[in-house]
């Protein structure tokens, strides 16, 4: 292949590096105002009323919006001001009556300018009673203090199969069963027992969020920082009353979003403040506002397994809570996910997943890279360890017993396996043991550093939904693909132009990407859960496919030959391997316009909808330091079978990224609370890892067989490599120092006392 499989320059190298490359932040309009959030400080409060004498003061404010003050009969073409939410509609546009998480705005200040927005929004005084508050998981389940209402009704959307209960802050739960668990674990010859916690997670995108936004008597049109330009779209037209071809969502370059701009965050208030104002608004967050939209659920883990004499896997079960804060957000899929995702990549006979999602007053916890599977995968595998510890198995032979093989089924549903576990876990051994030979541990360990070893194993599905795309012929030649798929840093971009110029048979030269907007563009779903590749890339591979079909037939009347013995290569039509016509001269001989249209869609009716398997292995060197309990990563080597590697330097990229997120995940990174209120939100507090964290020996093999569901054999990749990580890790750590880590971070005062009491 021409252009597959190769590293080819990215389409947006040259905008970033120049910093020529636009994002939301960066757009200007004519006549635009400047909104601020107003915010609750509080957990949990009533909401009794506000002064904003002092506000209104200040030079330059335009208006100042609250719940009360907002008139449907001045706000343009808005209609409605219905409650909203993922799945769950149980969050209003803005606050009133009670602030359920400290950071939900109350209200918004729109003025000529930033600086004057935030002195006002600093002035605005908000008369509130504090409430008690609920914190914690399992004092939220006794009842008592609650986050809602107990009577309270919420229109729903695919969470038909949960079981709520909000008397007991329990916003849905969902279960998973196969075999026969209860029997299995009594027939069990050994059975283990584990408890693991998973810390709260800030996504911390390079690019906080921002919209601006434009509403008239007929349309809305926002610019927004978001993964999904579509749903967005659904949703602002749903909560406003409108008709989804009256709301356009345009996006430009993305500066990150893992998740946390996978739905609507903040672009409705950036619509209420321009409606109100009846001028265009921008509302840009700073970081540590963005800290207050979203985060990775923390959770509580429960996880028993049993096993036959010969060291084989009988059945295993897990309960998991997970803290889905004042609001459910994403909660309703990450709470579907974790139960399907918590055995492990393990061939098991019985399982039983239970899975609940709990209102808190903390921020609401939503989508974050790998929904469910960095939790569930750091509990399986550090719970996998310990029974080979508590057992006296080998780690790496009790593995090859047990893990799963290319073709069998997981146990809790799905397709067959289209990898293979077990090869991608020695794979990943075959090149640490040669990463050995040429780095001993001990070398690269410091004075008063004990090594260790870990490793740990995992898979998790990719879902599949809705993706379509559509290809234009231009006059001049080139084609312009029109696929909302905003590109977030993943490099869909350039994957998507490889992906049809290779199957166009045209230079990558020719191919444009049209700009991200719901207006122009046909439907999709968003840019995350490791799709983009696989889905979007076979509408665009089908539409590409048709495309060249109609260019064929086009060259073949014009020629007078038959497009069946017609082949395009290069930009030039061929017959017999003679040039007959050029892709230009095609261009000025042809009126109207040629189009391409494809589609990927492959919805089944079971619970969880899967298209593919990603499937990783990584196998960890830790150095710890005896005195203080620090540990570092120095040595690290990841597997993964990713089918097809369309931009092989990006898709490394992607996969140590994705350990190196990981890493944040297990040593350094918590979101820290005082009872709900959240303590540490901007950089300075938040310790992500560094470029000084890097292991001394970094390195990757990715696996292609060409045996994927996307284009060319490929699969979907760069949020499987984070599950095995925190585990290899503990692994490590114990078999370096003998500590049996339960609860994340690994930070040094952890493991320091983990030493200490000698566990």
């Known amino acids: 292949m021409k252009y597959v499989g190769r590293s080819v320059r990215s389409l947006d190298a ?43 003061a200040v030079p330059g404010v335009h208006t100042i919006i609250t719940y009360d003050s907002l008139d449907l009969g001045r706000l343009g073409c808005l209609r409605a001001l219905k409650p909203y939410g993922q799945s769950v509609k149980d969050r209003p546009v803005l606050a009133h009556e009670k602030a359920r998480f400290q950071g939900e705005p109350v209200a918004i200040v729109v003025a000529d300018s930033e600086t004057a927005a935030v002195e006002a929004a600093a002035r605005v005084e908000v008369r509130y009673t504090p409430l008690p508050q609920v914190a914690e998981v399992r004092s939220a389940i006794e009842g008592g203090t609650l986050v809602h209402d107990a009577d309270a009704v919420y229109d729903t959307e695919g969470a038909d199969d949960f079981e709520y ?20 674990f009594r027939e069990a010859a050994r059975v283990i027992e584990d408890r693991f916690t998973f810390p709260s997670l800030f996504h911390y995108p390079m690019e906080p969020h921002c919209a601006a936004a434009m509403v008239d008597d007929r349309s809305v049109t926002v610019h927004s920082s978001s993964q999904a330009p579509f749903p967005v779209r659904d949703e602002l037209a749903r909560m406003f009353g409108l008709e989804p071809g009256q709301v356009t969502v345009k996006v430009p370059y993305v500066g990150g979003g893992f998740g946390s701009k996978g739905h609507v965050s903040m672009e409705h208030l950036a619509v209420l403040a321009a409606a109100a104002a009846g001028v265009p608004v921008q509302l840009r967050l700073s970081m540590e506002e ?14 028993r397994t049993g096993l036959r004499e010969d060291g084989t896997l009988l059945c295993r079960e897990a309960r998991i809570y997970l803290d889905t804060g004042a609001y459910a957000d994403f909660g309703i899929q990450v709470t579907r996910k974790a139960a399907f995702r918590a055995v492990g990549p393990y061939r098991v006979e019985h399982a039983r997943a239970d899975c609940h999602s709990v209102y808190t007053n903390k921020v609401p916890a939503g989508a974050f890279r790998g929904i469910g599977s960095v939790q569930l995968g750091w509990a399986c595998e550090a719970h996998t360890d310990r029974i080979c510890t508590e057992l006296g198995y080998d780690p790496i032979e ?143 591979q089908r539409a590409s496919e048709e495309l060249r079909e109609l260019l064929l037939q086009q060259a073949g009347a014009l020629t007078d030959r038959d497009a069946r013995n017609l082949s395009l290569d290069d930009g030039v039509f061929s017959s017999d391997g003679e040039p007959v016509m050029s892709l230009d001269e095609l261009a000025g001989r ?4 040629l189009v391409g249209r494809g589609m990927d869609k492959a919805l089944t009716r079971d619970r969880i909808d899967i298209r593919t398997w990603e499937i990783n292995a990584g196998i960890a060197v830790m150095a710890v330091d005896e005195e203080t309990g620090r540990a570092r990563c120095v040595s690290y080597v990841s597997s993964a079978d990713i089918g097809q590697a369309m931009h092989p330097l990006r898709c490394e990229g992607q996969e140590q990224g994705s350990v190196m997120f990981g890493m944040g995940n297990s040593l350094t990174e ?31 093999v990715l696996i292609e067989n060409g045996d994927g569901p996307g284009p060319f054999g490929s699969k979907g990749m760069a949020e499987g490599g984070l599950a095995p990580v925190a585990p290899a890790i503990a692994a490590a750590l114990r078999n370096a120092v003998g500590v049996v880590v339960r609860d994340l971070p690994m930070s040094p005062e952890r493991v320091y006392r983990l030493m200490e009491r000698g566990s």
Do not use: W
């Open 590 to 593: 042809t009126t109207g316009t």
């Open 290 to 303: 963005t800290a207050f939209t979203a985060r990775r659920h923390p959770a509580e883990i429960e996880i």
């Open 14 to 56: 040259d905008e970033k590096v120049t910093g020529t490359a636009v994002y939301t932040a960066d757009l200007t309009v004519p006549g635009m105002k400047f909104a601020r959030l107003v915010s609750s400080p509080h957990p949990h409060a009533r909401i009794d009323g506000f002064d904003l004498e002092a506000a209104r």
């Open 398 to 540: 009790f593995r090859l017993k047990n893990l799963l093989r290319s073709g069998e089924r997981y146990v809790l549903g799905g397709p067959p396996l289209d990898g293979d576990p077990l090869a991608t876990f020695q794979v990943c051994l075959e090149r640490f043991e040669a990463s050995q030979r040429e780095h001993a541990a001990e070398s690269l360990a410091r004075p008063g550093e004990k090594t260790g070893t870990g490793i740990a194993c995992a898979i998790k599905d990719l879902s599949t939904t809705q993706y379509n795309a559509r290809i234009e012929f231009n006059d001049d030649a080139t084609f312009t693909v029109h696929a909302n798929a905003p590109e977030i840093g993943g490099g869909a971009k350039t994957v998507l132009a490889q992906t049809a110029a290779e199957t166009l048979g045209v230079g990558l030269d020719r191919i444009d990407i049209a700009p991200y907007d719901t207006s122009t563009a046909p439907g999709a779903s968003g840019v995350y859960g490791s799709r983009i590749t696989v889905l979007m890339g076979n509408a665009v």
């Open 670 to 700: 918590e979101q820290v609370f005082d009872g709900a209120l959240l303590l540490n939100p901007s950089a300075i507090d938040y310790a992500l890892p560094r470029f000084k964290d890097l292991p001394a020996v970094f390195d990757s």
């Open 165 to 184: 209960d909000y008397a007991h802050n329990h916003c849905g739960g969902t279960h998973f069963i196969e075999g026969d668990p209860e029997r299995a």
